[in-house]
């Protein structure tokens, strides 16, 4: 037994469980995907962070966040359709929560003005246009208005013209909870830059989507785990019989290592047509994977069986990544330390 065989039997199994790895990752992400499990973790936060469900609706269904939402085909149709939103930028999210917070208010300020006006005409315009969430339309509209006292009795009604200061006042009307006190939290009376109010947001946002990404990925990882037994099974990638092979057959080693090499060369994204033609590798290497041999039924071989495929169930596990970068670690030299010159 020597260092280099060992290692090499190594690179081997090595190998094997980076393949089955992207097997798995890629399963994983079609999963999520169709399944907009993202998505779903996602909505769960945003409905966790902002309480109230009219907000988040009227947030959900702001043009700014619309223009985030993906596009997939319909199964057996070339016909494109939105899914849902993945991830918003911390920014993104800022724009839009201010927007929803300041129209909200000015539906709501308004609302109860538009019952006083005498002209139906003009009532029924500005219910529509509040129904429609058209309100630049509806500010167009209360400048139009030739009865002075009443245009300036609604236009004061708009708010201030201050950005901040609407919000401010914005937050101020948020029904009595945990919304309302969080926001009055960060942007307090001492507050009185709108960037500075921005970024403060932007920072309570981000702590929030922390806990909403790792719910993510405990669900993912649970898939991992269960898709890494399904393709171990479905592989018979039994670690045991791939290392006893590999140790008894020196070309097998070396030509496992080359692989390795080559395969290296590549980012480990899950490619499908990638992934198809690295599992033809390992068969053309003869490495013993698929059930191409009648189980033995003798209770040792048993044994040795199980233990094979439930360390081969582990590694893959790991996860692609891991073992790529195993990969890289073992296959790629050091670089010598370049000699100290005499003085």
């Not at 002075?148 to 950005?163: F, K, N, W």
Request: proline fraction near 4%; aromatic fraction near 6%.
């Amino acid at each position: 037994m020597t260092i280099s065989t060992v290692l090499e039997v190594a690179v081997g199994l090595v190998l094997v469980y980076y393949v089955l790895g992207l097997i798995v990752s890629y399963i994983t992400s079609e999963i999520t995907k169709w399944t907009e499990l993202r998505a779903q973790r996602l909505a769960e936060g945003l409905q966790e962070l902002l309480k109230d469900s009219a907000m988040f609706d009227d947030f959900m269904n702001h043009p700014l966040i619309k223009n985030l939402q993906p596009e997939k085909y319909k199964l057996l149709s070339r016909e494109k359709i939105s899914r849902r939103v993945e991830k918003i930028p911390s920014a993104t999210f800022v724009n839009t929560f201010f927007d929803v917070l300041v129209r909200s208010d000015f539906v709501q300020s308004i609302q109860g003005a538009i019952e006083t006006i005498d002209d139906l005409e003009l009532q029924e315009r500005l219910r529509g246009l509040i129904d429609e969430r058209k309100l630049d339309d509806i500010a167009e509209a209360i400048a139009k208005i030739d009865n002075r006292r009443l245009r300036e009795r609604l236009q004061a009604l708009i708010g201030p013209g201050d950005y901040l200061q609407q919000v401010k006042r914005a937050i101020g009307k948020i029904d009595e909870g945990e919304l309302r006190n969080a926001l009055q939290g960060l942007i307090n009376q001492s507050v009185d830059d709108l960037k500075e109010a921005q970024q403060k947001v932007e920072q309570w946002f981000n702590d929030a989507m922390v806990n909403v990404s790792s719910l993510y990925e405990q669900n993912a990882r649970r898939i991992v785990i269960v898709l890494a037994l399904v393709v171990t099974v479905a592989t018979n990638a039994d670690s045991v019989a791939i290392g006893r092979r590999l140790w008894e057959q020196p070309t097998l080693r070396a030509a496992a290592a080359a692989k390795a090499d080559e395969f290296i060369q590549q980012a480990p994204d899950p490619d499908a047509a990638r992934i198809e033609d690295y599992v033809t590798t390992l068969e053309e290497l003869s490495i013993p994977i698929f059930w191409t041999q009648p189980l033995s039924r003798e209770p040792g071989a048993l044994i040795l069986k199980v233990v094979g495929l439930a360390i081969t169930w582990l590694a893959t596990a790991q996860g692609s990544s891991f073992w790529y970068d195993v990969l890289k670690k073992i296959r790629t030299p050091t670089e010598p330390a370049a000699p100290k010159e005499a003085s």
